[in-house]
């Protein structure tokens, strides 16, 4: 492989639609490393942004990507398409409600928190 081969070209979609990227990582990048990009690079003043790298999932080809993989073994053959861009689905998992300090006549607690993209 080349250098140039050595490297993956990704942006990474947001669920309104907007884009952080593209840029070139290493396939040795581990996706830990990827949502470390993601939470340094995310909009200021984007509402409903993550508050840490948990509350982050990255989704390529259909797959949520573990924390430990590198980009190498989490590749498809969707990787090989030549001078390609890869986009990767970022998904923000909304904070737990803490079932103590739920209220059961606050209506705002009881709204669906889905994202269909």
């Known amino acids: ?10 942006k ?7 884009d952080i990227g593209p840029k ?6 581990s996706v830990l ?11 200021k003043g984007k509402e409903n942004g993550p508050r840490s790298l948990k509350d982050l999932k990255l989704i390529s080809a259909g797959r949520v990507l573990e924390n430990s993989k590198t ?9 090989d398409i030549p001078e390609g861009v890869t986009t990767m689905h970022v998904v923000v998992q ?3 409600v803490d079932k103590d300090k739920k209220l059961e006549g606050d209506a705002s607690l009881n709204k669906c928190r889905c994202v269909i993209q």
């Open 12 to 18: 990474f979609r947001l669920s309104d639609g907007s």
């Open 94 to 96: 909304p904070p737990l």
């Open 24 to 29: 070139k990582f290493p396939l040795a990048t």
């Open 33 to 43: 490393t990827l949502k470390e990009s993601v939470l340094a690079q995310w909009p």
């Open 1 to 10: 492989m080349s250098s140039g081969e050595d490297q993956l070209e990704i």
């Open 71 to 79: 980009l190498w073994e989490c590749r498809s053959p969707l990787y």
